[in-house]
């Protein structure tokens, strides 16, 4: 892929990007013209900078500083105690809610986000992020790591506010050491774990914006402690000699290994933080960027959490209530605990009113918020703070809180007495139940739309000529055809023994025009000769395929059983080239002609606008 194929993308050489006032795209500027800008910021005053840090999977437990004595995360603990940190924070039971709301504001029923896959995970286009704001407003912004809310474009970070970007679009990975990834839409290897890769990045992002004398946002969103279970070595190591001394409670629940393996994926996070901080300090940029730390749901496997209920996919507050801490040297005063409840949906108004930004600054107006700005608790200044509540839904099961009470369908606890929800009082007060359940009925009824309209998948957005189509996203036609995996994510099309199969994927084609098809495909020797057809409102281009490529899974050094996909290598190969016309409607790969007893496995499709 050539820098071309997304104008989008941040250039090395004599070009960089900047932000192009009250717009969604970027054009490309000359270096004298980034040292313009630059003199003129030096007139300015500084202004505040963002580095928001998100764990996926990691538990209110999985910290030194909430009493775990199975884990050691000196760095997080510090920055918990250098600023303010939040007893009771919640965010959504699940992945990609979590991060809808919290770039948005709102609650990811609002945003279009119903699930974690197959086209569920995309926020609607008419939502607005924090990072579009702060891009509108001159900052410079880069996420790093795992996305989570669409993959095309304009549904991809580079149409989300974020210039920069580098991991992956997709719920989960296949392979945490040396993996592929992308760069603003390239494909890219790369270097080393993950997370560790992912830190790397954001360091340099963070660097290059000092040195411009840009102010910036840097979105770091690891994917760990996410499964499959993978770690270096030295991390797993330690953690299986310090030994488990606090457990789950439920007996037999908890797996050794994934304990071991996740608590050391989290001292694995918290040496990158301390990395991501001494850059900070050796920059000079401590003093005025705000540093936020969170996780996007409650642990996915058994351990220690505080003795709460539930886990990650749950209502309960095991599977919602996460770590959240904010420093601000100078604003926020060390060691400041705040008893009042707050959560994902409050991070974008509090954002904007610290940096004294106006969301309508952005190239539209966001829509009005469900959370409010933490300010003044994290300032400690002087409000009436009103009782709110906050809710939580997976499906349909929901619940939900206020600063005292958790309700859902069923049950009534007193969380401040009760933290570990062992006694239901719906029966011993139920007036206060039905009024919880009618504030709760009330909120699904506002927020939630009944019938979700189909969204297709964005073909050929002018501001970007490379768009792939997944093969988890994709619908199954006819006997046969499956994921590798049972989850989708990063998963691929495999067992076309039926030539009457074939997937299909509902698109939009915005720009009309000439398009190069690629697949990436797998197949026997047998399988050489096959013809396969892509089609589309009439249109249709044909080829057999000419080389086998059959490479066995590559080696996964997990430390236990995974239900994700492995990562297998696929070979490019260019179908041919076909005139879409702009129109939605079913794209469908078809076997005209089969050789052996299965077709392809096919990990995606590339179409490249050249004409």
């Known amino acids: 892929m050539h820098p071309e194929n997304l104008p989008g993308r941040l250039l090395r050489g004599t070009a960089k990007l900047v932000v192009v006032w009250g717009a969604v795209f970027w054009s490309i500027a000359s270096i004298s013209a980034q040292e313009n800008r630059a003199q003129a910021n030096d007139k300015e005053p500084r202004r505040t900078k963002i580095v928001l840090v998100l764990a996926d999977d990691q538990g209110w437990g999985d910290l030194g500083l909430h009493g775990n004595a199975n884990i050691r995360t000196p760095n997080i603990d510090a920055l918990a105690r250098a600023g303010a940190r939040f007893d009771r924070f919640y965010v959504s039971p699940l992945c990609a809610p979590t991060r809808a709301s919290l770039l948005t504001g709102r609650y990811h029923l609002r945003t279009g986000v119903t ?28 996420a790093f790591g795992k996305w989570h809310n669409g993959s095309q474009y304009p549904y991809h970070p580079n149409g989300r506010g974020f210039e920069e970007f580098y991991g992956f679009c997709c719920g989960h990975w296949s392979n945490y050491f040396g993996p592929p990834l992308e760069r603003n839409g390239e494909d890219i290897r790369g270097n080393g774990y993950i997370a560790d890769d992912f830190t790397e990045h954001a360091i340099d992002f963070i660097q290059a914006s000092v040195e411009r004398k840009r102010p910036f946002v840097c979105y770091l969103a690891y994917n760990t402690p996410h499964s499959p279970f993978q770690v270096p070595d030295e991390y797993y190591d330690r953690v299986r000699r310090r030994g488990l001394s606090m457990l789950h409670d439920g007996p037999g629940q908890e797996k050794t290994e994934e304990t071991i393996c996740a608590l050391a994926m989290c001292e694995n996070i918290d040496d990158n933080v301390g990395r991501l901080l001494a850059r900070l300090d050796r920059l000079g ?6 540093v936020l730390y969170m996780s996007d ?22 599977g919602v209530r996460s770590p959240f801490f904010v420093r601000w040297p100078g604003h926020i005063s060390p060691d ?13 108004p509090t954002l904007l009113e610290l940096c004294d930004l106006d969301s309508a600054q952005a190239p539209r107006r966001p829509k009005t918020f469900d959370g409010r700005s933490l300010k003044p608790l994290l300032l400690g200044e002087r409000v009436d703070w009103p009782e709110r509540k906050i809710f939580s839904a997976q499906g349909k099961p929901t619940s939900v809180r206020t600063e005292r009470y958790r309700a859902d369908f069923q049950d009534l606890y007193d969380m401040q007495a009760d933290p570990g929800q062992r006694e239901n009082l719906a029966a011993k007060q139920p007036e206060l139940h039905r009024e919880l359940l009618a504030a709760m009925n009330a909120w699904r009824k506002e927020v939630e739309d009944p019938k979700p309209p189909k969204r297709p998948y964005p073909v050929g957005h002018a501001r970007a000529t490379l768009t792939w189509l997944h093969a988890q996203d994709c619908e199954f036609h006819g006997p046969g055809l499956r994921f590798s995996a049972r989850p989708p994510n990063s998963s691929w099309l495999t067992n076309w023994t039926d030539a009457s199969a074939y997937p299909s994927w509902d698109v939009e084609v915005l720009t009309p025009g000439k398009y190069e098809v690629f697949l990436n495909y ?12 892509l ?4 249109r249709s281009v044909t080829a057999a395929v000419a080389e086998a490529f059959d490479p066995p899974l590559l080696p996964s050094p997990d430390r236990s059983q995974r239900v994700e996909s492995y990562e297998k290598p696929f070979k490019r190969w260019k179908l041919g080239e076909i005139e879409l016309p702009q129109a939605r409607g079913p794209m469908t790969l078809k076997v005209a002609k089969q050789t052996g007893s299965q077709a392809i496995e096919l990990r995606r499709i590339e179409l490249r606008r050249i004409k």
């Open 115 to 142: 699930g974690v896959t197959r086209g569920e995970e995309r926020m609607n286009l008419d939502e607005v992020t924090f990072a579009e704001v702060f891009q509108a407003a001159g900052y410079a912004t880069g």
């Open 285 to 290: 940029a401590a003093g005025d960027t705000i």
């Open 297 to 318: 749901n409650g642990p996915a496997t058994w351990r220690w959490n505080g003795g709460m209920k539930g886990k990650k996919g749950s209502i309960d507050e095991g």
């Open 336 to 348: 400041r605990k705040i008893a009042q409840i707050a959560g994902h949906i409050d991070v974008m």
């Open 522 to 533: 797998a197949c026997a020797a047998e399988a050489v000769g096959t013809e396969l057809e």
């Open 535 to 538: 089609l589309f409102e009439g």
